[in-house]
Structures are given as C-alpha cells and as structure tokens.
C-alpha cells in the first residue's frame, strides 16, 4: 500500500485501508503539479529501490514516535499533467492533533529524503530539471 | 581491490549519459576517493559538483562512509519529490 | 458543495471540486466515530438553517484571513457507525504550509460554532447526548 | 409585545418535549428576560441551565442580546459537533 505508481492517486482507496473506529482524526495531504508558468506537466523519476525502502524507514521512524497513527505514503512517478496529485500522505490517529502532526512531518521528511526528482515539461515541449531551491536551471549545476 | 558499482540519477545519469556503471577502488576506500576514480574514468563525470549527495547500499551517507566489495553506490542530484 | 448531509461523504468527489493547477497543496481532514467503549453508532442533529450559515461565516472569514485557500466543508447528520467519517474539510491553496493551518483552523472553528449534536448510540440499544467536554450524560445536564 | 419563536435542540428539546413554541415578551426585551418567560410557560423548560447557548436569527449572541417581535430565539445545548 505504500509505494511509488505510475498511476491516478485514489485518495478513496487510501482513506479505505486506514480509516476505522480505532482512529477518530484522519489527516491527508496532496501535492498537486501547478501550472508555474508554462508548465504542463512534471515528469518524476526516481532511485525506485532506494525510495522504496526509504518510505519503509520514514514510517518506521514516525510510528516509533507515534505509536498510535497509521501511515500511508504514495508518490507517483512518470509524467503526472498540471492539477494531479504526485504524493499522498495518509495519517490517521486517534485524536486530529496527532494526525495533523504526524502527516505534516511525513510531507516534510520526504520532500527532505526520496531520491525523486523532478523535471518540469514546458508547453512548448522543453523540459527543465527542478532545483529544490525553487529556481530552475536548464543543464547546469547549481549545487556544490 | 573492490568493484562498486556506481549509479547516476536524473540530471547526473544526462551528465554522464550512463545509468550505472562498475568502478574498482582500494577495499576501505572512502566515497570522495570513488568519486576521484568516477571522475577520471566516465566521461562527462568531470562536471558532477565537488561534494554531492551520495548513498551506499540505498542509504543516504557522507563523503567519508567507505565502500567494500560488491557495493552499490548512488550519486543522487539535490532531492526534489513531493 | 459545502453542507450538511445524510449521506457517505465522497473524499474524491470534494477534492475534484477543489484541486487544481492554481494550488500545489491540499490538506484534507476526516472526523471518524470511533469505537469508544460499547459505542456502535453517533445520531449527529443539528440547528440546520443555522449550521448552513455557519459553514458559509467560517468559509468566508478563512477566506478573508487567505485569499488564496479554497475551503470545502461536509458535515454528516444522522446516523453515522463507528469507522465512517462524519466531517470532512478539504483546504487547497498554492503551498503546503498555508494548506495545514487553513484546514486545522477550520475544523478548531467548526467544532466551537456549529450548532450540531452527538449522541451516541451503544450497543444494548440505548444513547447518550454527548457532553463536548468528553463526558457522557444520560439526561442530566451538566453545562451551567 | 413582540412575539418570538423559541426554538428547542437536542438535549433540551428532550427535555421540554418541544422543538418551537412561540412566547411573547416586551418589545426590546432581553434573552434574559425572554428565557424567564420559557421557563414560566413552558413544561420541563424550569430545568434548562441557567446560562444556555443562545442563538438569535441564526446567529450565537449573548444573553443581553435584546428581540424584537418576529425574531427566532434558539436555545443550545452545548455544541459538539465534528
């Protein structure tokens, strides 16, 4: 269930393996492709084997802090069009400050630690690498 | 002697224009001493930045963590999920 | 798209409402009965006309404070068993951040200013109003 | 006079047996007086809290708030919604 896919996010089918009687607060996070520019799509790809296993450790490491929540993390790969979701987060907890908590830091520690990376397909067909920073650069090398 | 093998990613799999590759160092040798080897060995590499992220065996580790054998070493651009 | 109802809430349905190019993230929240003690069920009821009002002051107010957000709210009435949502807020805005607090902040106002009552409904049949300060009453009154 | 419609919730509907009953009172006449007046005419309303949540034309407000004639007068039990 937690996992990188090349297809839709079903938030549904998320919400479906998580929610339950047990956790009254659920907590979701989306991360949607914005249309910054002229930007059409972002095509994401990844270390699979190590993103994998990373997503295994983040929601070990947070469920050892908060034993109480359920986590699920999807993250997409391959061309996702501007207005889909690349990455859900799924926190569910018994009370909703704990799954507020619990899904912000999980959003926070991967955006810090999947090796995914972005690179943004403009609508005249060119495509850019994304700088986590925030600028762009086409090619060259920002970080030192 | 130990081969590694080497893995570029993103912009870096562009740069060098190769996926993964297979590079021997001394047994013990420290990433930066691989990175040297990398860099005198695949074309293109010259233009990797001095220090980038690295992981060894799919853990994210410093420049100084040392390789053995049968390693796999990945050369990771800036993160950017999410 | 902002009410009360007596149906399922349909996550998918409020995030297709919400989600778009113009806001990287969105920050959903779910209220779940749980399954305290012998309860098997919460009957919500509610001052209808009033709530209505409400959810539309609360939106309103929260899109003052961020011009940029897009707030959904649903809230159930009725009968909802132990494991079903019975609130949802979806918040979307430009980035995360503003996402989270939107979205914490809705449902913090919601639980103080609608007029909307629980009672729960335990497994030998009978219910108890439940006291918003946690404790259960059975037709006494213990708000002064 | 102005004549007002009370409206009963949850709790304290169960309790006066009674959703809405209509009670008048003095133009400009507070929420106040307006609840003494419940408590006078209506059965089972005696026990209602000295102090409840009050709406006045869907909208919470004190209990100085002040009616005039045609208003709705909710009282609430405290609220618990979510």
Same mark, same amino acid.
Request: glycine share 8%.
């Given at each position: 269930m937690n996992k990188l896919t090349r297809a839709r996010i079903s938030v549904e089918a998320l919400l479906g393996q998580i929610q339950s009687g047990? &956790?009254?607060?659920?907590? @979701?996070?989306l991360g949607t492709v914005r249309n910054d520019g002229d930007v059409t799509a972002i095509d994401y790809s990844a270390y699979d084997e190590m993103a994998r296993e990373e997503i295994v450790r983040?929601? /070990?490491e947070a469920q050892a802090r908060w034993p109480a %929540?359920?986590?699920? @993390?999807? +993250?997409?790969? /391959? @061309?996702?069009?501007?207005?889909? %979701?690349?990455?859900? !987060?799924?926190? %569910?907890?018994?009370?909703?400050d704990e799954a507020f908590t619990v899904c912000r830091h999980m959003i926070e520690e991967i955006k810090k630690r999947l090796p995914i990376w972005k690179k943004? !397909? +403009?609508?005249?067909?060119?495509?850019?690498?994304? =700088?986590?920073? /925030?600028?762009?650069i086409a090619g060259g090398l920002r970080d030192s | 002697m130990a081969e590694i093998t080497v893995r570029f990613f993103a912009r870096y799999a562009e740069l060098t224009g190769c996926q993964a590759t297979s590079v021997e160092v001394p047994e013990s040798a420290t990433i930066s001493e691989l990175?040297? &080897?990398? $860099?005198?060995?695949?074309?293109? #590499?010259? =233009?990797?930045?001095? $220090?980038?992220? #690295? %992981?060894?065996?799919? $853990?994210?580790?410093?420049? =100084?963590?040392?390789?053995?054998d049968g390693d796999e070493v990945a050369l990771l651009p800036p993160l950017s999920g999410g």
């Open positions: 047990e &956790r009254g607060g659920t907590c @979701v996070f983040l929601i /070990g %929540a359920k986590i699920i @993390v999807q +993250h997409r790969l /391959g @061309v996702v069009p501007v207005g889909e %979701a690349s990455v859900a !987060i799924v926190a %569910a907890a018994p009370h909703r943004e !397909i +403009h609508a005249d067909g060119t495509s850019t690498w994304v =700088d986590p920073s /925030g600028k762009q | 990175l040297e &080897r990398v $860099r005198e060995t695949v074309p293109g #590499a010259r =233009d990797l930045p001095p $220090r980038p992220l #690295a %992981a060894l065996n799919l $853990r994210q580790v410093k420049l =100084d963590a040392r390789v053995s």
